[in-house]
């Protein structure tokens, strides 16, 4: 569902990732975790075209994301081509981004009616659908400043959502939140997991969460993947020396 095939993001002579090759199946769940400035992060953004690739190609459901074909050859892709194959993916941001001045339903519906052209009466029950599985079906009419960090959270899952998307990133989408509302979000996250066929990716530090939740953990250092695995291998037997310095030290931490 989605590859990342030599791909490199450099800023300069710094280079944030190098030579990135990660291959994500359909309705795979995979986890990233790895310390501050490994890359982790700069993944979704790519895959969300918020920062464009130096080097390499991204595909998604098996066709280019942030190339094209034209005349037989592989080219940059095109602002359209991007927004096309973009609409296949969904994010969840660490920090909500929610409209201030429209309340969760109007947040839920913005997307669909704008961007896909859905009738406002069918995005309005789409909507109303997915505010009721992230269990806030009677918040629909409050504004976000009304709402808990943790109900922000669960609209703005609510709201990627909504526009129907392949696959869903997690930008460490618990780490703005206080800790006893945690809980629901991850939760609301587990049954996605359950009940959807979406193909996942996330950049947590809930550790715990990703040994449970994941089909398998990548750790990152230094802009690569350093150590990949089934959960209950990378975090119970780590092969790598500097995935064990990590998880020591975030697991002692915790």
Not at 38 to 45: D, E, F, I, M, Q
Not at 93 to 102: D, K, R, S, Y
Not at 181 to 190: Q, S
Not at 229 to 234: K, V
Request: glycine share 8%; hydrophobic share 40%; with cysteine.
């Amino acid at each position: 569902m989605v590859r990342f095939e030599n791909v490199a993001k450099r800023y300069g002579t710094f280079t944030v990732l190098n030579e990135l090759n990660l291959n994500i199946a359909r309705n795979e769940k995979v986890s990233i975790i790895g310390p501050s400035g490994s890359g982790k992060t700069t993944v979704l953004r790519m895959l969300m075209t918020l920062e464009r690739i130096s080097d390499g190609i991204i595909w998604v459901d098996g066709e280019p994301l942030t190339h094209m074909e034209k005349n037989g050859k592989m080219v940059p892709a095109s602002e359209r081509h991007l927004r096309r194959v973009r609409g296949k993916i969904g994010m969840v941001f660490q920090h909500f981004n929610l409209f201030p001045h429209m309340t969760a339903l109007q947040n839920c519906m913005e997307a669909p009616v704008s961007v896909l052209g859905l009738p406002k009466q069918e995005a309005e029950a789409r909507a109303v659908e997915l505010l009721d599985m992230v269990g806030l079906a009677d918040k629909k009419n409050h504004y976000p400043i009304q709402l808990s960090g943790g109900q922000k959270q669960r609209v703005a899952i609510a709201r990627a959502l909504a526009m129907r998307p392949k696959v869903m990133l997690f930008d460490e989408v618990t780490s703005a939140l206080d800790p006893e509302l945690v809980g629901e979000v991850l939760n609301v996250i587990r049954k996605l997991g359950a009940e959807h066929d979406l193909t996942m990716l996330m950049v947590t530090h809930q550790m715990g969460f990703a040994r449970e939740f994941s089909d398998r953990v990548c750790f990152f250092h230094g802009g690569r993947i350093a150590e990949e695995g089934p959960p209950d291998q990378l975090f119970g037997n780590p092969q790598n020396e500097r995935t064990r310095q990590f998880l020591s030290a975030v697991l002692e931490a915790g």
